[in-house]
């Protein structure tokens, strides 16, 4: 396998806070159920968060507070040592205590499905993850190991945990916090470390493939979840604050059928079609009106199944204009037209081409129904709203606060107001409230007077109809 290294394609989406006293030493996110869980570090519980970072719940710790521990979502069903552990599960692995402990947890209820001793880990394995085609759990070891395994990676049996294999990467990097998770499309390992802020990818031989550089700001990264079916990744890192970050523009494999499905079973038939092999029709679309395979009898106009080149076709009949075999046919608009005239299906049709349709052009512009809630105030959102880029908060009844003006004839209402500084910290933020109230900010961080400076402000509007527009620039404090 050939290794790689070069400019990346990674780009930051989004930061999260997800306070814990020490920092997070595991993040999983579960695609089958749209949740992110993590754990801090010695903490008594594994805390569980929606795809917008807001906590959810928590539930218990099991087998013993621990710093070095990682989070994993089961890619597939898997067989431990005494029971069969869903795909969806949550996995915990304990590298804390001597050989590490893989612990299988049903989620919901907190409860242990059961767990696997591993013939691996001296104390300081602090990540891993399963693979589905390998049938086996790949796991991460730090640069303090007791028995000589520092910074290794080894492979063992999720059935019986005994050692299949294990390759160092010592000579590459010296992991400290850090972690590891397998690709469903490619099964090669993706690696990260708080030395370097580089996502690392290796095989499951360990041949090193390549690194790809983090967005800027992504700094001693602890954890990691990738989700390939969108092309992202979910990191932790440990840190009390902004401990969580979403990235995308991951490049973990291609895992899709013929039809988009993630791990689908549709694949190409002899008739070039894109069919699952127990559909009816597999391998039957390509036969003819005749039910010959490959055949080249078709129907023709005239309704008749036929090869083209047979003396009768396109014979039978005769076109709308009373001329035997000719091309012409009653358009949308009931009138009988060659389909090349200019005019065929157009002397009927309204301004968006619909035949009888009710589309004109209003004061904007814009080709819409009379109905549409668009109609005539698509133009007006953008020239009616002002949001000003200046405002001086200093209590002589001018200009004192940072407020959106807006024509009362929009019926607009705030559905978002966020105000952050230029180092990305929330200093004002209020949902849902009318134009007219007196909520705005008035340049104060907290209890005392913000800094004059530039600010960021991401504010949304509603409309009426259910129409919403964003609006996201800066504002200048001035005293």
């Known amino acids: ?28 996110h579960n695609p089958y159920a749209n949740q992110v869980w993590v754990y801090g570090c010695n903490s008594t519980t594994i805390d569980q968060y929606d795809l917008q970072g807001r906590f959810q719940r928590s539930i218990p710790m099991v087998g013993g507070v621990a710093n070095d521990v990682d989070l994993s979502i089961a890619a597939a069903d898997i ?44 104390d300081h394995v602090i990540g891993g993850a399963y693979h589905a085609e390998r049938e086996s759990f790949f796991l991460l070891q730090d640069h303090l190991a007791l028995d000589g395994t520092e910074n290794t990676i080894a492979e063992v049996d999720a059935r019986s945990g005994e050692r ?3 390759f160092s990467i010592g000579d590459r990097y010296t992991i400290f916090y850090g972690d590891l998770e397998v690709s469903l499309c490619t099964g090669n390992l993706f690696i990260v470390t708080s030395e370097i802020t580089q996502l690392i990818e290796f095989s499951p031989e360990g041949d090193f493939v390549r690194e790809q550089p983090l ?23 440990n840190s009390s604050s902004f401990s969580a970050f979403l990235i995308d523009g ?11 499905v993630w791990n689908g079973n549709a694949v ?20 003819d009106c005749a039910g010959i395979p490959n055949g080249e009898a078709v129907i023709d106009d005239c309704g008749q199944c036929l090869s083209p080149d047979d003396s009768a076709f396109n ?4 076109d709308c204009a009373g001329v ?44 819409l129904p009379p109905d549409h809630p668009d109609f005539n105030l698509a133009c007006m959102e953008g020239q009616s709203v002002f949001i000003p880029n200046v405002f001086t908060p200093n209590g002589d009844g001018i200009n004192d606060d940072f407020r959106v003006f807006a024509d009362p004839a929009l019926s607009a209402r705030v559905l978002q107001y966020s105000i952050y500084d230029r180092w990305g910290r929330l200093v004002y933020d209020l949902r849902d409230f009318d134009l007219s109230d007196d909520l705005w900010w008035l340049g104060r961080q907290g209890a005392f007077p913000a800094n004059s400076g530039v600010y960021v402000y991401q504010i949304q509007l509603a409309f009426p109809a259910g129409r919403t527009k964003s609006y996201q620039g800066t504002v200048t404090v001035m005293r």
Do not use: H
Not at 4 to 28: K, W
Not at 108 to 117: A, F, H, K, N, T
Not at 329 to 339: A, L, N, Q, Y
Not at 342 to 359: E, H, I, K, Q
């Open 1 to 28: 396998m050939t290794a790689l290294s070069g400019q990346s394609a990674l780009r930051f989406l989004q930061s999260f806070s997800m306070p814990q006293s020490e920092g997070l030493c595991g993040i999983a």
């Open 79 to 122: 067989r431990f040592p005494r029971r069969r552990v869903p795909a969806g599960s949550l996995l915990l692995i304990n590298g804390n205590y001597g050989r590490t402990t893989i612990y299988a947890i049903q989620a919901e209820e907190g409860r242990l499905i059961d767990s696997l001793v591993a013939d691996f880990g001296a």
């Open 315 to 318: 014979q039978s009949c005769a």
């Open 268 to 287: 190409f038939d002899d008739c070039d079609r894109c069919l699952l092999p127990t559909d009816s029709m597999f391998n039957a679309s390509c036969l």
């Open 215 to 237: 967005p800027g700001g992504i700094r001693s990264p602890s954890g990691i979840s990738l989700d390939c079916t969108g092309g992202q990744a979910w990191l932790s890192r």
């Open 164 to 166: 299949i294999q294990q």
């Open 250 to 260: 991951l490049d973990c494999g291609e895992c899709v059928d013929c039809r988009g």
């Open 324 to 367: 035997p075999n000719g091309s012409a046919v009653i358009d949308s608009c009931g009138d009988c037209k060659e389909p090349g005239d200019p005019t065929f299906n157009s002397s009927c049709s309204d301004c968006a081409g619909v035949p009888f349709g009710p589309a004109e052009i209003d004061e904007c512009g814009q080709c």
